[in-house]
């Protein structure tokens, strides 16, 4: 089940974001990941956050969240992985909005081919200032 995020959920949103960016994303330092929680804490009740609870014991097993078009990321907790949980927040996503844009880095390849075969198409690569890596910007629209 989808559902908008909760207060009471933000504690395991968290662990869920904080283990998922220092898998995905093990060419940054797992130290730049921690520096940043507590920003990230702040903004998430802000933000257009849904989760995906799984249906035989409604533990969070993955988050969608975005502001406005931008989805600001996908993350779904390691156990939980190539379950289609991500797609189905995608999908969610896709119902709710007519387009829709996001940032990928290059080295996250995984993650490049997962939106691309979602629809996405590359619109133009920059770098990320804060870490220094490349990152790919994409955008999908309704058809």
């Known amino acids: 089940m989808i559902r908008s995020m909760e207060k009471a959920d933000l504690p395991e949103v968290m662990r ?16 730049y990941w921690r520096k940043n929680a507590a ?4 903004l998430l009740p802000k933000a ?3 989760v ?9 097993a993955g988050f969608l969240g975005m502001t406005d078009n931008y989805i600001a990321g996908i993350f779904v907790c390691g156990q939980a992985q190539s379950n289609g ?3 189905r927040l995608l999908c969610f996503a896709k119902e709710k909005k007519e387009r829709l844009t996001l940032h990928v880095y290059r080295k996250n390849e995984r993650a490049v081919r997962f939106y691309q075969r979602e629809g996405f198409l590359r619109r133009g690569e920059a770098v990320d200032e804060r870490t220094k890596e490349a990152e790919i910007f994409m955008e999908w629209e309704k058809k």
């Not at 920003?39 to 702040?42: K, S, Y």
């Not at 609870?53 to 969070?60: K, Q, T, W």
């Open 16 to 31: 869920i974001w904080l283990e998922t960016n220092v898998k995905a994303h093990d060419f940054i330092s797992e130290e």
């Open 39 to 42: 920003a990230v804490q702040e």
């Open 48 to 50: 257009e956050v849904y």
């Open 52 to 60: 995906y609870e799984a249906e035989n014991d409604a533990a969070i």
């Open 85 to 87: 949980i991500g797609k």
